[in-house]
């Protein structure tokens, strides 16, 4: 294993992480923990069970890095705002996100939060580091979290899609002076920790 996911017999999958990596995969989740935020918990005395029929926001959110990970499901951010069709678009994506966005909130929560604990379930030798190994559901939580920090880092560094699929936008080849040079170094490593970790899941 040289970094990158690969299958293990037996079932799951196992990547090598010097302390460093671990380190940085971590500080990330928890920081992505944070920007998604705590979530609404029961008051005292309340009805834990109300919570599952709360509704959330209509509106997408103004950081532009929750935008992304919270798109609207319909509609387009470029149309007139004015046009009757688009008015009934967006309206239904509102409607749409006001009883999906807490629980989606919740899934990315809970991912980011099981990647945390195996990080720090790992018992590290050292300067040679540790071997994350993980199992089915594990990988699952691990993929969602891998790519809502690709998105969030890539929306801070303003990736495009073209940048992304092409591999030759102006953030690659950035000299090591230029202060968003360790952002950028991270999301290509996130993006081959990704794509290997989806490779070795494929039947």
């Not at 992505?32 to 509704?55: M, S």
């Not at 720090?120 to 089915?136: H, I, N, R, S, W």
Request: net charge negative; aromatic share 4%; with cysteine.
């Amino acid at each position: 294993m040289a970094g990158l996911f690969e299958e293990i017999p037996g079932g799951g999958v196992a990547v090598a992480l010097d302390e460093v990596e671990i380190s940085i995969l971590r500080s990330l989740a928890v920081q992505l923990l944070e920007l998604v935020g705590p979530g609404d918990q029961p008051a005292a005395g309340e009805d834990p069970l109300a919570a599952l029929f709360a509704e959330g926001p209509s509106e997408a959110p103004s950081d532009p890095a929750l935008a992304r990970l919270f798109p609207d499901a319909y509609g387009d951010p470029q149309a007139d705002p004015d046009d009757a069709h688009e008015r009934e678009v967006r309206a239904n994506s509102a409607e749409f996100r006001r009883f999906t966005e807490n629980d989606l909130r919740e899934r990315k929560r809970m991912d980011a939060l099981a990647v945390v604990r195996s990080l720090d379930a790992l018992a590290t030798g050292g300067e040679g580091g540790a071997v994350l190994k993980l199992a089915d559901d594990d990988c699952k939580r691990w993929l969602g979290t891998l790519n809502d920090l690709r998105l969030t880092i890539g929306t801070r560094l303003e990736v495009t899609d073209d940048d992304d699929a092409a591999g030759t936008g102006e953030l690659y080849r950035l000299p090591d002076s230029d202060p968003r040079k360790p952002m950028v170094m991270a999301y290509l490593w996130l993006g081959a920790l990704q794509e290997s970790l989806v490779e070795t899941l494929m039947p």
